[in-house]
């Protein structure tokens, strides 16, 4: 099964500040990732797929990139909903796998 | 409006069985394939298996292979997730999502169903 690792597990951060947040697969998964937000007690919503391209209604202050085995998700300007959990997918092969998540706080 | 919406969870013991829905509106269910992901109390998405749009092929992950069976019926616009031989650490909250014809990610879940194994 591909391992995928994401940094940091956690991150402080406040409005406005511009996040990285990483996601590195144990082998080479093309462009097969995709990018999660989840709020408590809420279903993931898909923000990026296939590692750049944005989820229809997503802010465009959400971006990613990366191929290969390494990839970042930024958000350029944090805003107050964004506060959430961030995850990654590898869907290269079976079983799909997902980072272990980012919790974004607020500082 | 495009929805899944999950139901089924509850307590069951160890051994025991229960069997998930869920039921897709909103879109043609028989043109996606469909994936059942799972997520223990504090922990990550765990992906558990998934199905071809007609039915004909299925994946399951090792740790629950031989004791789930994922199946769904057309007709009904609604998938299952048939779970037998439950054990502890089969608790978590169940997501069914949908995988859009030639792409290879979720863009739709539902809201999940709790299931809780103990005794």
């Known amino acids: 099964d591909i391992q995928m690792t994401q940094s940091p597990s956690s991150l402080s951060a406040s409005v406005g500040d511009r996040v990285t947040i990483t996601c590195r697969a144990s082998q080479s998964i093309n462009t097969y990732l995709n990018w999660y937000q989840q709020k408590p007690g809420k279903a993931p919503k898909l923000l990026i797929y296939?590692?750049?391209s944005l989820q229809s209604g997503v802010p465009s202050r959400f971006s990613g990139s990366g191929s290969g085995t390494d990839f970042t998700l930024t958000i350029s300007s944090l805003q107050p909903e964004d506060f959430a959990t961030y995850c990654c997918q590898q869907t290269y092969s079976i079983p799909n796998t997902f980072g272990q998540g980012t919790k974004l706080e607020i500082k | 409006e495009v929805q899944l919406v999950e139901s089924g969870g509850g307590l069951v013991q160890p051994g025991g069985s229960l069997r998930l829905s869920c039921a897709a509106s909103?879109?043609?269910?028989?043109?996606?394939?469909m994936h059942w992901v799972r997520q223990a109390p504090g922990m990550g998405l765990v992906w558990v298996s998934r199905i071809s749009p007609d039915g004909s092929s299925t994946t399951y992950a090792d740790s629950v292979k031989g004791r789930f069976t994922i199946s769904r019926d057309n007709a009904k616009n609604t998938l299952y997730l048939q779970m037998n031989s439950l054990r502890a650490e089969d608790t978590a909250v169940y997501y069914c999502?949908?995988?859009?014809?030639?792409?290879?990610?979720?863009?739709?879940w539902g809201q999940g169903t709790t299931v809780t194994v103990s005794s």
């Open positions: 296939t590692a750049s």
């Open positions: 909103g879109f043609t269910f028989s043109s996606y394939w």
């Open positions: 999502a949908r995988v859009p014809p030639s792409t290879r990610y979720m863009d739709v």
